[in-house]
């Protein structure tokens, strides 16, 4: 797989977007598609090379987004007024629950992921 450039895949990063698959509804139970989308694609860069700094806070950006939208009553406005041990609860929790939904929803992320592949895979090399 070509490494992509990373002014290349940084425009990519900050456009995605991604049509849930037919039959099954975006909901408040399920991360958003695109930040779902955003998380795996930063998984797929950074198995291939280091993330450049911007890539790395818009990937930490959309991994928050993910991992909150399993935490009931926490968005990520509310962040930066919880104390650290608030904080760390949140993070931790929100991970809980993402892998296990991750783990209840194989063909969903198997697909999110072949598609992250494909973009990356899509992308010339520097």
Same mark, same amino acid.
């Given at each position: 797989m070509p490494l992509a450039h990373p002014a290349i895949l940084m425009a990519t990063l900050t456009t995605l977007? +991604? @049509?849930?698959?037919a039959g099954r509804a975006q909901d408040a139970a399920v991360? /958003?598609?695109? /930040? +779902?989308?955003?998380? @795996?694609?930063?998984? $797929?860069? $950074? $198995?291939? &090379?280091?993330? @450049?700094?911007?890539?790395? !806070?818009?990937c930490a950006a959309a991994y928050t987004r993910v991992k +909150?939208?399993?935490v009931p009553g926490v968005g990520i406005e509310d962040l930066p007024h919880l104390t650290p041990g608030e904080r760390d609860l949140v993070? &931790? /929790?929100?991970?809980? %629950?993402? %892998?296990?939904? &991750? /783990? !209840?929803n194989v063909d969903l992320v198997d697909a999110v992921k072949a598609n992250a592949a494909t973009v990356l895979e899509a992308e010339p090399g520097p």
């Open positions: 977007t +991604l @049509t849930p698959p991360p /958003d598609h695109a /930040d +779902l989308h955003h998380y @795996t694609l930063c998984e $797929a860069i $950074a $198995a291939v &090379r280091f993330l @450049t700094q911007a890539e790395a !806070s818009h +909150l939208a399993f993070n &931790r /929790d929100g991970y809980a %629950r993402f %892998r296990a939904w &991750r /783990d !209840s």
